[in-house]
């Protein structure tokens, strides 16, 4: 079963609007990172929280991460259409935390 | 850096025949990772390496698969025989060192078996 799940499926907003993704989670992790994924392209990274931070910045990208509530969110601000893609969060799981689990992804529409 | 490496991009191979995907990861990572997408089941993570040797194959879906990584720049994943429900994208990734390290994508190998 995934680690993951974010929230919502799937999002369209207007280029300059901002676009605001979750992600929660089961189990204790040791950090969280977002991934995008262009279509028909590999996921890229975008950002890692670790669990004893609250929030992190990265460019127009603001991710949070509520430990308590095992969740987190991802914030893109002022979206242009090149930010249409998928959105994944990724958990560590695993005896050494080695491997990443993924969400069902959120796919996101900018139109212009 | 070229990044992650696979071959083929896409494939696409009749019910029966075996399947080999190809990875290069990037040079000096400890870690190859092997996934499969798939639109019904999202982001699968079927199997794991560390320094060549696999540590957690328990996302391999059945006997028909099989993965081997002979050295450090190189890893394979075999499906055989293939099947219509193997048709997926196969993705292959690297990262340095082990908990909390970004991972490294390939362009994924386009599998569809008809």
């Known amino acids: 079963s995934q680690q993951g799940e974010e929230d919502p499926q799937a999002l369209s907003i207007q280029e300059g609007e901002n676009a605001t993704m979750n992600c929660s989670y089961k189990?204790?992790?040791?950090?969280l990172q977002w991934y995008r994924q262009n279509s028909g392209r590999g996921l890229v990274h975008l950002i890692l929280?670790?669990?004893?931070?609250r929030e992190k910045h990265s460019g127009r990208l603001r991710v949070t991460l509520d430990t308590s509530k095992k969740s987190s969110s991802l914030l893109i601000t002022a979206s242009r259409a090149a930010d249409t893609a998928s959105y994944f969060c990724?958990?560590?799981?695993?005896?050494?935390?080695?491997?990443?689990?993924f969400g069902a992804g959120t796919i996101l529409r900018v139109k212009s | 850096d070229a990044g992650v490496i696979q071959s083929p991009r896409h494939e696409v191979t009749e019910m029966g025949q075996e399947v080999t995907l190809r990875c290069k990861p990037i040079?000096?990572?400890?870690?190859l990772f092997w996934y499969r997408q798939t639109m019904m089941r999202g982001l699968e993570l079927l199997i794991y390496?560390?320094?060549?040797?696999?540590?957690?194959d328990s996302g391999m879906p059945e006997d028909r698969f099989s993965a081997k990584m002979p050295n450090a720049s190189f890893s394979t994943l075999k499906i055989q025989p293939s099947e219509p429900r193997d048709s997926a994208v196969y993705f292959c990734?690297?990262?340095?060192?082990?908990?909390?390290?970004?991972?490294?994508f390939g362009e994924g190998s386009w599998l569809t078996v008809v």
């Open positions: 990734a690297s990262s340095l060192y082990s908990s909390g390290n970004t991972i490294y």
């Open positions: 189990t204790s992790i040791n950090n």
């Open positions: 929280i670790r669990s004893n931070e």
């Open positions: 990724a958990t560590d799981a695993g005896e050494y935390g080695n491997k990443l689990v």
């Open positions: 040079s000096g990572h400890d870690y």
């Open positions: 390496f560390n320094n060549n040797v696999p540590i957690d």
